[in-house]
């Protein structure tokens, strides 16, 4: 079964630092896509950064990005230069090509000025 | 870029009542709808999987007959919960992909419903 695990139930980093929310996943594909959201008090899901599992280069957005072990099956968030607008729940997903997305539980994330 | 818009926002039915959700794909179309269930300080848990003018496909657990989704159009699907009851309170999220490129490798969310059954 595919699953995604998220070890950090809650993070806080403070303004203007660099943090990094862990992700794991279990998959027995070697095509898949791998999504960070962001749900913030409006719960309104924000796409953050996509990673296309063939491609060896990690993706960034910004002050966004990623670290894809494939081998590993790992996929971390690192914010740069947080900010407090970034505090929300950050949800790990994966989703098997053009399929339904698996989340994990989610890390909260807590901005400190 | 794409959107999706969910209605209503918000809604709360008396006991033993239908509710309908719509979602709606703005500009693009949608040949795939998801529904997700998300209880509070929980992840997002797929209901099911709706193709246009196709039946659903229900994750395990989940009773099709109290969670009716219908997709009759490349922009619209519904949810209607059916005979809902207080534990059937929770925030529904609707999410879309298209055909199109640009519209078929990621999901466009709506904005959620929070149902509260009283």
């Known amino acids: 079964a595919q699953t995604v695990t998220q070890s950090q139930p809650e993070m806080s980093v403070q303004e203007a630092e660099t943090v990094t929310l862990s992700c794991t996943y279990d998959t027995s594909e070697s095509d898949y896509y791998l999504f960070w959201y962001k749900q913030p008090p409006s719960r309104q899901m924000i796409l953050v950064i996509r990673?296309?599992?063939?491609?060896?280069q990690n993706a960034t957005e910004n002050r966004f990005s990623v670290n894809f072990q494939k081998a590993a099956k790992s996929f971390s968030l690192k914010i740069s230069d947080s900010q407090l607008g970034d505090a929300a729940m950050y949800f790990c997903a994966y989703s098997p090509n053009t399929d339904k997305l698996i989340f994990g539980t989610g890390t909260r994330l807590q901005v400190f000025p | 870029g794409a959107v999706v818009s969910q209605h209503p926002s918000w809604v709360i039915c008396k006991s033993g009542t239908s509710v309908k959700i719509e979602c709606r794909s703005l500009d693009f179309q949608a040949t795939t709808m998801f529904w997700y269930r998300q209880f509070p300080k929980q992840s997002l848990m797929l209901m099911a999987t709706?193709?246009?003018?196709?039946?659903?496909?229900?994750e395990q657990g989940v009773e099709k007959d109290k969670f009716l989704i219908n997709h009759a159009s490349l922009t619209l699907s519904t949810l209607t919960v059916t005979s809902a009851h207080p534990e059937d309170s929770s925030f529904y999220i609707c999410?879309?992909?298209?055909?199109?490129?640009?519209?078929?490798?990621?999901?466009?969310f709506g904005q959620g419903t929070r149902l509260t059954v009283v």
């Open positions: 990673q296309e599992a063939y491609k060896q």
């Open positions: 709706s193709n246009e003018g196709s039946k659903a496909t229900y």
């Open positions: 999410s879309a992909r298209g055909q199109a490129a640009v519209t078929n490798t990621e999901a466009f």
